[in-house]
């Protein structure tokens, strides 16, 4: 096999197997990359620094000081020598996050010097794809789909099996299981400094194989980023009571009494604290998808809501 420390080398296997970069997901970068790289090594830290040396990068370590503001980590190239940065002190989970993120950035250039009818992503946009191809290395698309049913759509669950954050669970939950089901998930956190709750991150997906199992007509039904905990939510009741609470039926619409939704929230509890609060919602239809949950959190029951979660 090639040596693939040149970055050129992988770029141009992307290029032979999909013909240009564009056609290439995230998820087939980050596979072609595990098989590259990893073969049958273990996915962590060790390895992720000893796949960067013989890329010839070099890794460190530097003070949050003298970071930019706002980064967990960057990257430099100068003179042929790639070097990237990450946060001293940042979780194990941050710094795998932080190398796979800069070296899919790192490679967008050479992209486009090794594919002649390539257009180069702009800024922000090569630093979405780098989030995701991030996630695609640390949870493969297959093997995480399996979890997240065996879970029961436990995002905390995951979270602490994969020992990576919440939110970076929930959001590849909504990306591994579009096009299967129809999935609203959202991440409620606390801040200590205003005393409020608020959803930070939130995802969800349909079902592309019958149009029928989606909920349609529900526009601002399903909170998106930002917004405040509703008192006497699902949310609300678990942020009081610190115990995960069961919705067995919400509905939307008049007469939906044979369809509607089910919803279930649970709070992670650090040293008695409640710091985050999971919601999943499935359609009825889908409920037993939730068993698995349900069994191991034994949540409170609430009957119903209509137009309420």
């Not at 003070?63 to 706002?70: F, I, S, T």
């Not at 899919?104 to 486009?112: D, K, L, Q, S, T």
Request: proline share 5%; with cysteine.
């Amino acid at each position: 096999m090639k040596s693939f420390s040149d970055l050129r080398l992988f770029c141009e296997l992307i290029i032979k197997n999909y013909g240009s970069p564009q056609n290439a997901s995230e998820d087939d970068k980050a596979q072609e990359f595990r098989r590259v790289y990893l073969q049958d090594l273990p996915l962590d830290l060790r390895t992720l620094k000893a796949v960067a040396s013989a890329c010839g990068i070099h890794v460190n370590g530097v003070d949050d000081k003298k970071l930019p503001q706002n980064l967990r980590g960057y990257h430099d190239v100068y003179d042929n020598n790639r070097n990237i940065y990450y946060k001293k002190g940042d979780t194990v989970s941050g710094i795998e996050n932080t190398i796979l993120h800069e070296f899919r950035e790192m490679i967008e250039p050479v992209f486009a010097e090794a594919c002649s009818d390539y257009n180069p992503l702009r800024t922000n946009a090569v630093h979405l794809v780098a989030n995701k191809f991030a996630t695609a290395v640390l949870l493969p698309r297959d093997e995480f789909k399996d979890k997240v049913y065996e879970t029961g759509f436990d995002v905390i669950a995951l979270s602490r099996l994969y020992s990576k954050s919440c939110s970076q669970v929930l959001l590849r939950m909504g990306e591994v299981l579009q096009g299967s089901v129809f999935l609203y998930s959202a991440l409620y956190e606390h801040t200590p400094e205003s005393g409020t709750w608020t959803l930070n991150y939130w995802t969800g997906s349909a079902n592309n194989d019958d149009p029928e199992a989606n909920i349609y007509g529900a526009d601002g039904f399903f909170p998106r980023k930002g917004r405040i905990v509703s008192p006497g939510s699902l949310v609300d009741m678990v942020i009081k009571t610190k115990k995960p609470y069961l919705a067995r039926r919400i509905t939307i619409l008049e007469g939906m009494e044979d369809d509607g939704l089910v919803a279930l929230a649970s709070p992670l509890v650090i040293s008695g604290v409640v710091t985050k609060v999971a919601l999943v919602v499935l359609l009825q239809q889908n409920r037993d998808s939730l068993r698995p949950q349900i069994e191991r959190l034994k949540p409170a029951i609430v009957e119903g809501f209509h137009r309420h979660l």
